[in-house]
């Protein structure tokens, strides 16, 4: 075996899982807060992707001022999309909701053809070139800087999460609503600020992806992965999401590299059958999740 070939595969596993474990991350906060399956977290992903490009491209915006404005209005897009149309459907049943983000998905990509057209674009370049070596193992120096801003991202969430008075109200309405309520918290204020928080941070997560590979209004298919990525590490489960997040990055990498392209998918949901026979709930979730 060529094993300076096999670490750098799981170089690029790593790097990939990481962006994965960032997007998981927005689907999970939404599911802990509303408990709502966002369907529609791969089309979000995407149009933060294209708003990025309009600044950069259509309107010339220099980086700096391009990738916050896309996140901005991206966080403001979910903002809206949870009140005029989750909230009116709190209280319906958890299929009613999960086939109106499925919509959802549909109605930004139309969007999005409509502004962008249909065709695949680039992004305009932002990240350095120069190749990165661990060792002797070459890693993209696309994908090693998106994983190192990724990895950044996730620790301050966490760090603020744990000790920021807005998570700490999350995390409260996420293990009981009615004790939320009762202790003066504002639950439908922090439904709101879930969805503009994961808005922004899919955002981001679709300019560092459309970074590597491009865009393309079939971006959301990406969404499919990170689903695959929440279910295993638990709907509920910030650090599951972490973890599935890497799992899955190095399980779909290794699988192309060695089976073909064609494999990946292929690989990811055979893992998500497998971990779903042992453990229905996800590897670190909560036996009380209900599965759609």
Partial sequence: MDWLFFSE????????????????????LIYKATRVVN??????????????????AGLALPMWA???????????????????????????????????TIGLGSVLVGLVEIIWGANPQRLVEFMPSDPIFIGEAYLSSKVGYAFAIA????????????????????????GDQAAAYSMGINVPGVFSSVWVIT??????????????????PN???YGLSV???????????????????VLVGIIETYAGAY??????????????????VVRPYGLFGTHEIERL
């Fill in 151 to 174: 990895a950044v991202v996730l620790g301050l969430f966490l760090i603020v999460f744990r000790t920021w008075r807005g998570g700490v109200a999350l995390r409260a309405t996420a």
């Fill in 39 to 56: 369907m529609a977290i791969g089309e979000i992903l995407m149009f933060g992707a294209y708003v990025f490009m309009g600044f950069s």
């Fill in 227 to 245: 689903l695959v990525v929440v279910i295993v590490g638990g709907l509920d489960s910030l650090l599951g999401a972490l973890i599935a997040g």
């Fill in 259 to 276: 089976l073909g392209g064609e494999y990946k998918m292929l690989a990811t949901f055979c893992l998500l059958v497998l971990v779903l």
């Fill in 9 to 28: 595969i799981g170089l690029a596993g790593v790097g990939s899982g990481g962006l994965y474990a960032l997007t998981g991350l927005a689907l999970v």
């Fill in 66 to 100: 391009a990738i916050p404005l896309a996140i901005l209005v991206t966080g403001l897009m979910g903002g809206v999309i949870e009140r005029l149309i989750i909230r009116p459907m709190l209280g319906e049943s958890a299929i009613s909701i999960f086939m109106v």
């Fill in 219 to 221: 971006m959301g298919v």
């Fill in 199 to 216: 808005a922004m941070i899919s955002a981001g997560a679709g300019i560092l992806v459309g970074s590597i590979g491009g865009i393309s």
